[in-house]
């Protein structure tokens, strides 16, 4: 495990060396002594910063068997994981593994202990697409409008008991944006909630 925690954090902490530093650009990971993902908490006067990225040529199949095996990590529930991407996706592979986690993070944060968490990923005209679907409280109409607002919470006590900063959406966004793509969330009354996002760049085997 702890060669596991090592290695995703040095994956991490490559984001780092962008030219902005990290806490001004992502809901910094750390790892707790028992190898529990965490997120610290952000300053409230935080500002918006362009986010820039370096796009690559990257093996979908790769990116899918990191995610497999880094998810556990994010929470203790039933994940499962369906892909039909077998080319290449050219994106930042570390700002878009920020988007993921920060989805699984937040589906974790709405789910008990024994909930599911679905992450169904494809590709569409050129594009990736990638959603993160749980089974979970839901979320409101009245905060689904808002939902990838800065500092915005769809439950204030939950989130300040865990740590929350209410920016892992936005910063969600800001990520898929700089991409070119686009990013939404649905949830219809009491079947959880989906977040789907695309990444245009992929191109098949």
């Keep these: 495990m702890c060669a596991t925690v090592n290695a995703i954090a040095h994956r991490w902490s490559k984001a780092a060396t962008h030219g902005v530093p990290l806490c001004h650009k992502f809901l910094q990971p750390w790892t707790d002594t028992d190898g529990r993902v965490r997120h610290v908490e952000w300053p409230k006067n935080f500002a918006a910063h362009k986010i ?16 497999r095996r880094d998810l556990p990590l994010l929470g203790s529930r039933h994940y499962s994981v369906e892909s039909s991407l077998h080319g290449d996706l050219e994106a930042d592979p570390d700002r878009l593994a920020q988007v993921v986690r920060n989805l699984v993070t937040n589906a974790v944060s709405h789910t008990t202990a024994d909930g599911h968490i679905d992450i169904a990923i494809a590709s569409e005209n050129g594009s990736a697409v990638f959603a993160v679907s749980d089974d979970g409280s839901g979320i409101e109409p009245d905060q689904l409008v808002r939902i990838f607002d800065r500092f915005h919470r769809t439950d204030e006590g939950r ?12 910063i969600a966004r800001a990520i898929v ?6 990013i939404a969330a649905e949830s219809p009354p009491g079947e ?3 977040f789907r996002f695309s990444i245009p760049g992929y191109r098949p085997d």
């Design 52 to 67: 820039g990225v370096r796009r690559s040529r990257n093996a979908g199949d790769d990116f899918v068997q990191d995610l």
């Design 159 to 170: 989130s300040r008991a865990e740590g929350g900063s209410g920016l892992g959406l936005a």
């Design 177 to 182: 944006e700089a991409h070119g793509g686009t």
């Design 192 to 194: 959880g909630a989906t």
